[in-house]
């Protein structure tokens, strides 16, 4: 019953910031992550956070993005920074449906799903 909904993407030089932001319906402390999927490769997880606030992150985002979410306001946050060129994807936001993320960035443990956001680094 939960819906996504993501923002935010945009296009940007590279070493440049961006943050993308999803709207969730409800209120509820379910581990969320972010996920990104690039022309012609697969889809990777990009960070994680779980409704006790601990996070995960893919090495290759390790130091340059942050998870984030404001349950005042019922949002995902994903704030991004030194960006690469091959950060270039579409990202989508993803609810586990649990509180916990002890499955990590296993992609069919998260069955909600919003409709992603361009995110072009140029």
């Known amino acids: 019953h939960v819906q996504l909904v993501e923002s935010g993407g945009g296009s940007v030089q590279a070493g440049g910031s961006l943050t993308l932001s999803c709207k969730r319906s409800s209120d509820d402390t379910y581990c969320m992550g972010w996920f990104r999927q690039a022309p012609g490769k697969e889809r990777e997880g990009v960070a994680f956070?779980?409704?006790?606030?601990?996070?995960g992150y893919a090495d290759s985002v390790k130091g340059r993005f942050t998870i984030s979410r404001d349950n005042a306001k019922n949002t995902l946050y994903l704030q991004m920074n030194s960006l690469k060129l091959e950060d270039t994807a579409t990202y989508s936001c993803a609810a586990r449906g649990s509180t916990y993320c002890n499955a990590g960035f296993h992609a069919p443990s998260f069955g909600y799903w919003g409709q992603g956001t361009q995110v072009t680094v140029s």
């Open positions: 956070i779980g409704g006790d606030g601990i996070t």
